[in-house]
Structure formats: C-alpha cells, structure tokens
C-alpha cells in the first residue's frame, strides 16, 4: 500500500480542527454554566477609552479561552467593561439584530456580539448603556446631552443576536445613571431548555423585578454584581445562596473582585440543594468558573458540587466589610458555660425569637480573644447606606470581637491573635413567626468565619402554617445540625416590602447628599475599572 506523501500529511494537521464539546440540548439534565470572577486595575494616567479597551480584551479572552470550551452560558459581573464616557447604545432585543461589526454601536457591543457568534455561547454582560431621551412613551426630563444612562445587562445569544437587556431599577447611588419608569421584568429562553431571568446587584434585595420573576415560574437566574458586603447578614455569597435557597431556583452569580473595597462574591447555587461553587476573595482576581448546572425539570439530576479553597479568617481579614446598623436590636448574651444547653427567647416588641442551643466553650479563656455570641431580635426599618430605605425582620446569633456591643458584628484584625476554637456550637435550633404574604421575603441565613456559607447539609430549613393568626402568619424552623466552631451568624431573615418604597427613578441624573463612607467606597471602584 502506498504511504500519502508528507505534504498531505501536514496539510490535514494544520486543517484539522479539535471538536467542540456538543452544545447542552433541551433533553439534557445539566447544562454548563461560566461565571466571571473579575479585577481590573487602572494604570495610572490611563484615559478611559484605554481602560474600557483593556477590559473588554479581557473580556474577550476569557470567552475565548479553553476552560469556556464546555460553557453553554457566560456570565460577567456588574460595572468591570466600560463607564459613562465609553458608554454604548444597544439595540432593543425585538429588532433581533447582531451588533457584530455594526458601527452603530461601540466596540465592548460589537465585539462581545462577535465573539458571541465565534464561540457559540451566550453570553450576558453588563455595562454602562446610552439611549437617545426621550424614549417610547417614557416623557421625563432629558439631561442636557439629550441621553439617558442604564446600569444594563445584555444577553446575547449563540449567534450574537441581543436577545434580552435589563436596565438595573434599584440603584445604589450610581451617580449620573438614570432607570426606567417602572421595574422591567426580563427573561430569555435558550436552545438548551432553560428560561433565564435576570437583574444587577442591589436588585436582590427588593420585590421587583427579582421576585416578580420567580412569581412567573422563572427558575434559572443570571446576577451580575458588584456587591459591598455587610456583616452580619448581606456578604455576598451568604446572601446569594440563601436567596437561591429560599426560591429553591438556580442562580448565577458573577462578582466583581475588589476586595479592599468590599467587594467579591461569585457562585453557582442550584435552590435547596445548595451551593455548586462559591468564591469569596481576599485578593484581587479575575477567573471564569466552570459549573455544571442540574435543570429544575430534571429533579433527580447528578449534583456536582465543586469545593474551592477558601481563606482562613486573617486572610479574609483583607476583604473590607460594612457593618448592620445592629444597634437597636434586642440582644442577649450567649452565656459563656462549658458544655451548655440553652432554651431562650428573644423579643422585639411583638415579634419573639426561640432558641435552643447546644454549645460547649473551652476553659481557661483568661487572658485569650476570642468571638463572644449575642441572640438577637429585630423587626423594624434600616438604611442600606443612604441609598433605600428597608423593613427587616430577623432572629440571629451573630459574633462579637468583645464583651462591647459596638464590636458586635467587627472582626478580628489580620495581626490578632485568638482562640477560633473558644466556642464550638454542636446543634442550633430557631423557631419564629413571620408574616406569610407576598410582601414578605424570608431566607435562611448563615456566614462562617471565613465569610462563606456553610453548606446546606449542616443545616435544616421548615416552613409550616401558623394556625389561629388574625392574619396569615408561618411558622419558619432553622437548624444546625453539624457543630461549628467557626460560626460568625447564624440567622432567619426577613425582608418586608411594604412599608417602604423601592429605590425610585432617577430621570435627570441627579444625586442627592449620600453617605460619605459609601461614596468613599465608590470612588475607589471608580478608580479601578467602575462606570
């Protein structure tokens, strides 16, 4: 038999092409799912034009890469592309039009567009959008340049078609960016079965949209964010597994990395099951991870969890965090007795917290820092920085740095020394009344030491109706099952929608008089790769 000559030989390597992994199909039970841990530092002197330019090769990058290979779907976090001056017209999802190579739109539209199309992926990304004002029906005042501003997710498809936009409605601060006249309630539908809602960051922690999608039976979500955690109930993976809990959906999140300014959190959590992966940083970072996601309508569907590393209590130390404004809440002391079980309830005005806690604490602590416990009630208004104003409800045991309460909720420094095995919680048991209306929200809530959730296995969550109430009222049951002896909070929490409105518009860009702290905080970020 004849050999084929060399030349041929050649040709066919430089011609062959490796498989693509065959795209997930509506009958698959999983599908893949990437999402973006990402960090951009701004070289000093750098115009924004050159930024905008060097995140968005970064971004390209990873949509190209080979750990994306197996991705049906990539998310990208909140406010790491572009910023007002590089902001870019996007067109209306019912035009079904590919900004690929379309000078009508800018380069991070038409280049995300294309490597869409390249890569046969759906990719969602946010970044700051311009639209000639007025629009449609919307007749508000115009900004002198005659242009709104959205803090906006757009999804394309595997074609690069833009498929879907969100335009953020519940700013925190944001100056400059306007939102729509109403919450829109935004959702997709893709080729492998699955039904994507989505919005940005501070959404979460309002009715709508969020939870008006997960009324409609949406059961997959896409969360871009740039969140500034908060002890001891909103860091940013503990909040994102129990709200994915709560609704028992898959939820999608992709975290800004900054973390010495509060901000880092990306995860994959598949409802009741848990978390399939969550990142929370010490350090700066930009990385795509890879999950593979079980669809709501395949419940026996394999779960996959996979374990990251994750930094011990002084290295989380470097990752900035605000502080509740937990001052007003009625508190007991934990009572610090070896080998200990406690029955006790907790009262704010009407609304009474029951605990039963096995715990143990280790002798001789004389002369030793370690974290002290409070019990804790509330059920009364909060600020969320000056930007919105919230109705909380919560039964928790948070820790303390001292036997002073404004140490409640304040770590221990990176260069302080303690015991982290003082108090070793073996069971936990919380029992409380919530309202059962549409206006209230309510969420099993947990962070460790570490500033990540413990898994769902360690835990219980109940729900049952509560019986002979003037108004409809649940009974919600949470347990520790497992001991910790790393356990920073452990709470049920609420939020109530009714007594206060939602962020409102902002039509003309205005920004009001905020918090100094958190404007500090946002200028940081807007030094880095932020509006």
């Known amino acids: 038999m004849n050999k084929p000559p060399v030349l041929f030989c050649i040709l066919s390597l430089l011609l062959y092409v490796a498989p693509s992994k065959q795209a997930s199909t509506a009958n698959d039970p999983h599908y893949w799912a990437g999402v973006v841990e990402f960090s951009s530092d701004r070289v000093a002197g750098e115009s924004v034009e050159t930024s905008t330019a060097n995140c968005l090769q970064q971004y390209l990058a990873i949509i190209d890469s080979g750990e994306a290979n197996v991705t049906d779907v990539i998310v990208f976090p909140e406010g790491t592309l572009n910023r007002f001056e590089t902001a870019s017209f996007v067109p209306h999802p019912l035009d079904q039009i590919v900004p690929c190579n379309n000078l009508s739109y800018e380069r991070v539209v038409r280049d995300i567009s294309c490597a869409a199309r390249n890569r046969k992926k759906y990719v969602v990304i946010n970044l700051t959008e311009k639209a000639s004002c007025p629009e449609g029906f919307d007749n508000r005042p115009c900004s002198a340049d005659g242009l709104y501003h959205f803090n906006t997710n757009v999804a394309f498809d595997r074609e690069g078609v833009v498929v879907s936009r969100y335009r953020k409605f519940n700013l925190f601060g944001e100056a400059g960016i306007n ?73 999608l999140a992709a975290g800004a990395s900054f973390p010495g300014v509060g901000s880092t959190g990306t995860g994959v959590y598949s409802g009741r099951r848990g978390e399939i992966l969550t990142v929370m940083n010490h350090e700066p970072q930009t990385k795509l991870y890879v999950a593979q996601v079980p669809k709501a309508n395949f419940p026996n569907a394999a779960f996959n969890k996979i374990p990251q590393p994750k930094g011990t209590p002084a290295q989380m130390a470097k990752l900035f965090l605000k502080r509740d404004q937990i001052d007003r809440y009625t508190t007991k002391d934990l009572p610090m007795t070896s080998n200990a079980q406690l029955e006790e309830s907790v009262c704010y005005q009407t609304h009474c917290c029951n605990f039963t806690i096995n715990y143990s604490v280790k002798s001789n602590l004389q002369n030793t820092q370690y974290y002290r416990y409070k019990l804790a009630a509330y059920d009364a208004g909060r600020t969320f920085d000056g930007f919105a104003d919230g109705q909380i409800t919560t039964c928790a045991i948070f820790a303390c740095s001292s036997s002073n309460y404004s140490d409640c909720s304040r770590r221990f420094e990176a260069n302080e020394a303690y015991d982290d095995q003082a108090v070793t919680f073996n069971s936990i048991t919380i029992v409380a009344k919530f309202a059962d209306n549409s206006d209230t929200f309510v969420l099993p809530n947990n962070v460790d030491t570490s500033i990540v959730p413990f898994d769902v296995s360690d835990t219980e969550y109940n729900v049952v109706p509560s019986v002979g109430d003037a108004t409809p009222h649940k009974i919600v049951t949470y347990k520790l099952n497992n001991p910790h002896s790393d356990l920073y909070t452990f709470a049920i929490w609420a939020r109530k929608f009714e007594r206060h409105a939602s962020a409102g518009a902002n039509p003309s860009g205005v920004f009001p008089t905020l918090v100094l702290g958190v404007i500090g905080l946002l200028v940081l970020v807007k030094n880095l790769c932020k509006f």
């Open 179 to 251: 939102t729509t006249s109403y919450p829109e309630i935004v959702s997709f539908e893709t080729d492998f079965g699955v039904r994507f809602g989505h919005f940005i960051c501070f959404d979460l922690m309002f009715d709508e949209p969020a939870l008006e999608l997960v009324r409609l039976n949406v059961t997959d979500f896409i969360f871009p964010t740039m969140w500034f955690s908060e002890l001891p109930f909103l860091t940013a993976s503990q909040i994102q597994q129990g709200w994915a809990f709560s609704n028992n959906v898959n939820l």
